[in-house]
């Protein structure tokens, strides 16, 4: 669990005002150094991440965020990027060090149930009050929450905290990624074509994830490149219940599917696993809407520097390009950098979030649809292009 990517990782969050002690109490629930602690308020600047394991919730990702309380012109960015955190929390830590003056705390709460994000609310520096069960009451009085006494100083109360997080938590066990699709026993054939955007030595992260999923399920696996598909049709006593490719190859690889054979591909499995693949299809379809002077946002969760050749920035628009004339326009945003802005698209084509959590994908669609703008994936897009959309089997 400890090599699990921060991708799968549940994002468990810290909000509070400046100087509640976030930062102590994250060092307190990973019994490390992780945080810089200090009594000057507004030492956390930036979100700082941790990855560990709360047992029994699994792999984590504790963010630490600045104070919501931030002033100032560098105060404001400051609580734009915590509030931009939201996007990507799966669950929430509310923190606080006193029971009186909790509008901010409310707003914010009001916001994460708004957002549906489980929140945990905490009252740290327990070991200072005089009277913890009236400030307890107090502040479920006004929150409608009961808080979780701790001290990040002693570490009393940690033990409790857990407890508190796994039951916010609840039973969200990860949907199998090629659920509906395979099932113990089927012989499965993964296409997987090692072009310059493959890591050197290593398979990407989705062809990885798909493998695992498979082998846990009891399938038989067989991987092959998109020149010897044919050879390892061929060796097979019976056709493959699904071909799995690389979008960029569909075509190639439906025209050579044997007839009984299922076919999809990573980035598909991809729009299921992290997004809403029923509006993913739909904004796939929209593609047909485009005219010579639409815009059009490409958003990839990686980082990596442009190559030759890159299925985002290069192929698709060469492809859509293709249909509608070099006057068509597209952005470039990688990583988290999103626009906050999107009416001025026609349309969005997003990786497959491999890198993401669901809940940032998720809101990233969420986003797209409060303003009306059609959003899809490469493996979607790249398949209504060639026509074969209606032929993808989905998850």
Not at 217 to 232: A, F, N, P, R, Y
Request: charged content about 25%; overall charge neutral; aromatic content about 4%.
């Amino acid at each position: 669990m400890n090599n699990s990517p921060q991708s799968l990782r549940r994002h468990i969050a810290i909000f509070g005002r400046r100087n509640v002690g976030k930062s102590s109490l994250l060092n307190s629930l990973t019994g490390q150094q992780v945080a810089i602690v200090s009594p000057e308020a507004g030492t956390t600047t930036d979100p700082v991440n941790r990855a560990m394991e709360i047992l029994p919730l699994g792999p984590c990702l504790l963010i630490d965020t600045a104070g919501f309380d931030d002033v100032g012109h560098v105060g404001e960015l400051r609580n734009k990027r915590t509030h931009k955190v939201l996007d990507q929390t799966d669950m929430a830590m509310l923190v606080m060090d006193q029971s009186q003056d909790l509008d901010l705390e409310k707003k914010w709460l009001e916001e994460l149930q708004r957002l549906e994000i489980p929140t945990v609310v905490v009252l740290n520096k327990g070991d200072t009050f005089s009277n913890i069960d009236t400030a307890i009451e107090q502040i479920n009085l006004t929150l409608g929450i009961k808080p979780i006494a701790v001290s990040a100083k002693s570490h009393e109360g940690i033990d409790s905290l857990r407890k508190a997080l796994t039951q916010a938590a609840g039973d969200d066990e990860q949907t199998s990624l090629t659920a509906g699709l395979a099932k113990a026993g089927d012989t499965v054939l993964l296409v997987m074509p090692q072009d310059p955007q493959a890591p050197k030595g290593r398979l990407i992260l989705p062809q990885v994830q798909t493998i695992r999923d498979l082998l846990d399920k009891g399938c038989i696996v067989t991987c092959c490149g998109v020149d010897s598909l044919e050879q390892s049709l061929n060796t097979m006593t019976k056709p493959p219940a699904i071909i799995i490719t690389d979008s960029q190859v569909f075509s190639q690889v439906y025209q050579k599917k044997p007839e009984g054979s299922l076919l999809t591909s990573f980035s598909v499995l991809m729009a299921a696993s992290k997004g809403n693949i029923e509006i993913l299809v739909e904004g796939a379809k929209a593609i047909d809407r485009l005219t010579p002077k639409s815009r059009i946002l490409i958003a990839e969760a990686c980082t990596h520097a442009p190559i030759s050749e890159d299925i985002g920035r290069e192929k698709i628009p060469r492809m859509i390009r293709k249909k509608y004339g070099e006057s068509i326009s597209f952005d470039i945003h990688a990583g988290k950098d999103y626009p906050t802005d999107l009416k001025k698209y026609d349309l969005i084509v997003h990786c497959g979030a491999c890198m993401f959590n669901r809940r940032l994908m998720l809101s990233r669609i969420m986003r797209a649809q409060e303003q009306g703008v059609p959003i899809t994936n490469y493996g979607l897009a790249i398949a209504h292009l060639q026509g074969i959309l209606d032929k993808v089997s989905l998850p």
